[in-house]
């Protein structure tokens, strides 16, 4: 056999020294180096140090047996990981067999082994752990490409924000948690003010611009782990704020309402020459007696009155009021 297979790793585990003179030399025929271990458990510290491709594993080693270095070396192994294990036996029992593959072992050579034999069975078996090895590659770029596709399945596209799919999903685990813990949470509604003014005085890619302006003034109020920004629809945002009360969530909607002001971005159709925002707030204890829904529409309602009242504001209403 005349091909060369260069970088791959065999680590050859055998006690006898003619033996590992013979089988390292058919491997050096075909371009490889062998690692050599004379016992079990140096041939354990050789795989844990070097990590070869392939081992060829004798049986009977002078401390303990091959079944149970086999049997380390498996335990050793990541969870993508794959090492091919040759067992090397005068044993030719069916029992013995059964036994190798019972613990880890994926083929056999009897001995003696010949040169033709040793090097078909590595050449076979490097051929597998590449193969293996690149379907553990496809798999890593598939869950990558899936995680990427779910990202963006909860992303909004316009502002890099949550969207409307993942506040519906996040609203109701937060719900959740916050009545089995017993504390109360919130709900910002916002939009931007007179919004359609600005976009037919200014156009759609500056309405556009404004939109991602405003989300990351609204993402910046939602810097906890159980709080979300999220645009809702339109130049609409909502933000959930986990174990907050009304007071927490009065002092986040009125800072958004300045930074976004303080920004000073031109709305010459606004009586507040500014792009602004209007904020509706609502506050509950979740319980199983509620509903997650009415917290929503309850801010909804507190938004429609922080407009009637000028815009630019911040309007609360308790839960369920309004209605």
């Not at 992303?155 to 969207?163: K, Q, R, S, V």
């Not at 109701?172 to 089995?180: F, G, H, N, S």
């Not at 003010?193 to 990351?216: E, I, M, P, S």
């Given at each position: 056999m005349n091909k060369k297979l260069g970088k791959v790793k065999v680590l050859v585990v055998e006690d006898s020294k003619v033996a590992i003179k013979a089988i390292s030399g058919y491997l050096e025929d075909i371009g490889v180096h062998p690692l050599v271990a004379e016992s079990g458990q140096a041939a354990v510290e050789l795989y844990r140090r070097e990590r070869p491709d392939i081992v060829l594993l004798d049986i009977i080693l002078p401390d303990v047996d091959g079944y149970d270095v086999a049997r380390q070396i498996r335990k050793l192994q990541g969870k993508d990981d794959w090492t091919a294990i040759i067992f090397l036996t005068v044993m030719s029992k069916d029992e013995d067999l059964a036994r190798g593959?019972?613990?880890?072992?994926?083929?056999?050579?009897?001995?003696?082994?010949?040169?033709?034999?040793?090097?078909?069975?590595?050449?076979?078996?490097?051929?597998?752990?590449?193969?293996?090895?690149?379907?553990?590659?496809?798999?890593?770029?598939?869950?990558?490409?899936?995680?990427?596709?779910?990202?963006?399945?909860?992303?909004?596209?316009?502002?890099?924000?949550?969207?409307?799919?993942?506040?519906?999903?996040?609203?109701?685990?937060?719900?959740?948690?916050?009545?089995?813990?017993?504390?109360?949470?919130?709900?910002?509604?916002?939009?931007?003010?007179?919004?359609?003014?600005?976009?037919?005085?200014?156009?759609?890619?500056?309405?556009?611009?404004?939109?991602?302006?405003?989300?990351?003034?609204?993402?910046?109020?939602?810097?906890?782990?159980?709080?979300?920004?999220?645009?809702?629809?339109?130049?609409?945002?909502?933000?959930?704020?986990?174990?907050?009360?009304?007071?927490?969530a009065r002092w986040v909607a009125e800072r958004i309402c300045r930074h976004v002001l303080g920004l000073k971005m031109m709305h010459e159709d606004s009586p507040h020459d500014y792009v602004t925002v209007s904020c509706g707030v609502c506050s509950v204890l979740p319980s199983d007696s509620l509903a997650v829904d009415k917290l929503v529409k309850t801010a909804d309602k507190a938004l429609y009155l922080a407009k009637e009242r000028g815009r630019n504001g911040v309007a609360y209403l308790g839960y369920g009021q309004g209605s």
């Open positions: 593959i019972e613990v880890g072992g994926d083929d056999y050579l009897m001995k003696p082994v010949g040169r033709v034999v040793v090097q078909a069975k590595v050449s076979a078996m490097y051929r597998l752990v590449r193969m293996q090895r690149a379907l553990v590659k496809v798999t890593e770029q598939l869950n990558e490409a899936n995680q990427e596709l779910q990202r963006l399945s909860m992303t909004d596209g316009l502002t890099g924000i949550a969207n409307r799919r993942l506040f519906d999903d996040l609203l109701v685990r937060e719900w959740r948690r916050c009545a089995r813990i017993g504390k109360p949470m919130s709900v910002v509604l916002l939009d931007v003010d007179y919004f359609k003014k600005y976009n037919d005085r200014y156009g759609h890619q500056a309405g556009d611009d404004c939109l991602k302006v405003v989300a990351r003034e609204v993402a910046a109020a939602a810097p906890r782990a159980g709080d979300l920004a999220a645009r809702y629809g339109g130049e609409e945002f909502v933000l959930v704020l986990g174990e907050t009360d009304e007071g927490g």
